[in-house]
């Protein structure tokens, strides 16, 4: 199955996350009710990453087929590393002006959702699931280029 454009991947990586976490949205403070915050919003992005990865694995990367446990920890990894990052923002945030507005908390929210979710659409797009194409894991070197010695000691 041929691999979409870096493109439609990421518009399709936008709607099928984006509207996952939408859903999650919705899903986290009806949990809530009955369990606490934090153990609500842990549970419903182990899920939600469970599901996402499936579906780029199917859908936004065209890979026809289910993600295994290779991409499923990967993803994993990379959905952790943007939950940290956005967790700084908001804390930095918090540092800077104490007492923030909703408006300015979702600002920062969202700049930083946005700008994690840009890197784990590139980390899942040129590592995650590239070598299932019979394409290298690692970025391709640019032609012309030869590799650098390396010292044995």
Do not use: D
């Not at 549970?43 to 290779?70: D, I, K, M, N, P």
């Not at 070598?131 to 650098?148: D, M």
């Amino acid at each position: 199955m041929k691999s979409p454009g870096p493109v439609a991947s990421f518009v399709r990586f936008v709607i099928l996350g984006g509207g996952v976490g939408v859903l999650c949205s919705f899903v986290v403070p009806m949990l809530a009710t009955a369990l606490p915050w934090a153990a609500a919003n842990a549970l419903v992005t182990v899920a939600s990453t469970v599901l996402c990865t499936e579906l780029h694995a199917r859908h936004t990367f065209a890979e026809g087929r289910r993600a295994g446990w290779r991409e499923h920890l990967q993803s994993g990894g990379s959905a952790g590393v943007a939950y940290l990052a956005t967790c700084a923002a908001t804390g930095i945030l918090h540092l800077v002006q104490p007492s923030p507005g909703m408006l300015t908390q979702q600002a920062v929210y969202l700049g930083a959702s946005a700008l994690a979710g840009t890197g784990r659409f590139l980390v899942l797009r040129l590592y995650v699931f590239t070598a299932r194409h019979g394409r290298p894991a690692e970025p391709q070197k640019l032609r012309g280029t030869v590799p650098a010695p390396v010292l044995a000691a």
